[in-house]
Antibody, heavy 118, light 106 residues
């Protein structure tokens, strides 16, 4: 059973870079044809897809966030990471990592709340 | 890119049938996926590829597609089905979610 767990600071100052890591257990991040994605959800609002990285290392990003987002993978640690630069209060949200195959996001982490505040 | 449009809310009484629609604004339509999200929890996949049900999802959940609109149907709604439901689609450039529909069981 694949499990994902987000980790990282829960508080980030405005203008700084938000950094989160997703640790995958129960399977190798580099095996199979999977995308590894980040999704976020502001309190009381809907889901917003941030971006994804393929097992080959290729990436796709949400056009509205593309200029500030970097997703990378560390196969030696079975982890993938999110960096979001120049954050503002609008980036305060629960951040989820997830695995997708053939379009469906089939395994999700429990989510981690990141607050942007000075 | 394209957008997926869902009604903000749907209300049904227990035992009735709930239908939640999701319309795409562009062609060709990709497969749609549906997620159930209860308060404080991560979303759970309930329908994939328009109409397929993952193992462990009750049979009362079904999906259908017509043109650029997909529909999630919950037959014999139970109190535990009260949740937010999101449609999602994906193509080679990325993924998009609908705005979500709050299902209220009266």
């Amino acid at each position: 059973q694949v499990q994902l767990q987000e980790s990282g600071p829960g508080l980030v100052k405005p203008s700084q870079t938000l950094s989160l890591t997703c640790t995958v257990s129960g399977g190798s991040i580099s095996s199979g044809s999977y995308y590894w994605s980040w999704i976020r959800q502001p309190a009381g609002k809907g889901l917003e897809w941030i971006g994804r990285i393929y097992t080959s290392g290729s990436t796709n990003y949400n056009p509205s966030l593309k200029s500030r987002v970097t997703i990378s993978v560390d196969t030696s640690k079975n982890q993938f990471s999110l960096k979001l630069s120049s954050v503002t209060a609008a980036d305060t949200a629960v951040y989820y990592c997830a695995r997708s195959t053939v379009g469906a996001l089939d395994y999700w982490g429990q989510g981690t709340l990141v607050t942007v505040s000075s | 890119s394209y957008e997926l449009t869902q009604p903000p809310s749907v209300s049904v009484s227990p035992g009735q049938t709930a239908r939640i629609t999701c319309s795409a604004d562009a062609l060709p339509k990709q497969y749609a996926y549906w997620y159930q999200q209860k308060p404080g929890q991560a979303p759970v996949l309930v329908i994939y590829k328009d109409s397929e049900r993952p193992s462990g999802i009750p049979e009362r959940f079904s999906g259908s597609s017509s043109g650029t609109t997909v529909t999630l149907t919950i037959s014999g709604v139970q109190a535990e089905d009260e949740a937010d439901y999101y449609c999602q689609s994906a193509d080679s450039s990325g993924t998009v979610f609908g705005g979500g529909t709050k299902l209220t069981v009266l």
